[in-house]
């Protein structure tokens, strides 16, 4: 394979910044608390930068310190980033994003997995790692129509296996990125190493008719104790509104976020904002991840998946127990708590003893006070030092 440099071509880039000028405003009265979503005030001054200020470039030179690498898997197009592991024998690591994460959410973390020393670590740590955009996310884009998280875990193992030529390998993922890495625990358990991941949802989550509810269409026991109440709404309203139209009409909202770049920013920054703790990205940061999905035309097939996810249901590749057999390691983080958690081995226990925990060959499961849904970027040492565990005597 030869690497490709990622170049974003200036006729792209060119009309990006004259459809950010000719934004048409909503007048969005009465939202200053952003109760109806992200409010002008906040998201007005940050397309002016996209469209006058931010240095793309600058950023392309930074993913290009990496070699990234574009291939062809069966006919489904996958960019992948590649940082050669830095020890005594590292072993080849896959990591799989979510949704709205890029590529590049990995960042903080592949130096610090590939070259441990590097960092005050054991070189006997060091991974080999690749990280590639999910199939019709980022640069990995056209994709099938009929792409899910369980037929992106065959693309990857083919990658490892076939394209890369790795007999043995591991890997981790958040978000969706979880799901896909936990199929690959299912189905391919007995060529992975093991795997870690951010949350612990069933492969079976988006199966059933409402794939959308949160609740699985019961209603909140009308005893719950307020605090409890009010903190599951809280919790229902930061995911219920992306689940529900990414899995109902996903083409019907992608018409107007592939058309509008700041409609597109405005849907994806509201989850940024929202699922983070404490608004860990910069504008510059914000504007990378989103310059990424409109570079690759990547938002619509991005959120079809859900609604793929949903259509195309997980079925089991086999009836052992557990369901994941791989070894599993995972990371908790405290804004992710359930309604009720408030410490960190409150929320160990919590899945320990719900009916999540006996899907995985569970093997070190962590929790942390701190840091949101985006885990590698929000906490990176603290996933690091996790996964690190995680796979340690398992090589």
């Known amino acids: 394979m030869i690497p490709t440099p990622i170049h974003v071509p200036d006729e792209v880039l060119d009309d990006l910044r004259r459809r950010l000028r000719a934004t048409k405003w909503q007048l969005d009265a009465g939202n200053e608390d952003g109760f109806y979503g992200v409010p002008r005030s906040r998201l007005q001054p940050l397309v002016e930068y996209w469209a006058d200020g931010y240095d793309w470039r600058a950023t392309e030179r930074a993913m290009n310190v990496y070699a990234n690498y574009r291939v062809d898997v069966s006919g489904i197009p996958v960019h992948f980033l590649h940082r050669p592991g830095v020890g005594p024998r590292p072993i080849p690591l896959i990591l799989s994003h979510g949704w709205p994460w890029t590529f590049w959410h990995w960042s903080k973390v592949i130096d610090r997995l590939a070259d441990p020393a590097a960092y005050g670590g054991d070189p006997a740590d060091a991974f080999d790692v690749i990280v590639p955009s999910l199939p019709g996310f980022g640069f990995s884009t056209p994709t099938r129509p009929d792409m899910n998280f369980w ?9 490892m296996t076939d394209v890369l030529g790795h007999q043995k390998y591991a890997a981790a993922g958040c978000d969706v990125g979880a799901l896909v890495t936990g199929q690959l625990a299912h189905k391919y358990a007995g060529e992975l190493y093991g795997i870690h991941i951010g949350s612990a949802l069933k492969l079976s989550f988006f199966n059933g008719d409402r794939g959308w509810d949160l609740s699985g269409g019961r209603p909140i026991p009308p005893e719950l104790p307020t605090d409890l109440r009010e903190g599951l709404v809280a919790f229902e309203r930061r995911f219920a509104g992306h689940l529900a139209a990414h899995v109902l009409h996903p083409g019907t909202l992608g018409y107007g976020l592939a058309d509008s770049p700041v409609g597109m920013l405005a849907w994806i920054m509201e989850r940024w904002l929202s699922w ?23 938002i619509d097939t991005s959120i079809r998946t859900y609604a793929n996810n949903n259509r195309y249901p997980w079925t089991p590749s086999h009836d052992r127990k557990p369901v994941i057999e791989a070894p599993t390691g995972i990371t908790f983080v405290g804004y992710e708590n359930p309604p009720g958690v408030r410490t960190p081995e409150e929320r160990v226990q919590n899945f320990l003893g719900g009916d999540r925990a006996e899907w995985y060959n569970h093997v070190n499961v962590n929790a942390h006070p701190r840091g949101g849904h985006f885990i590698p970027w929000e906490v990176p040492n603290e996933w690091t030092e996790d996964l690190r565990r995680t796979f340690r005597g398992r090589r």
């Open 151 to 159: 037929k992106i875990a065959d693309v990857w193992h083919e990658l």
């Open 276 to 298: 983070s703790e404490g608004e860990p990205f910069s504008d510059d940061d914000l504007l990378t991840h989103a310059t990424i999905y409109w570079a690759g035309n990547g």
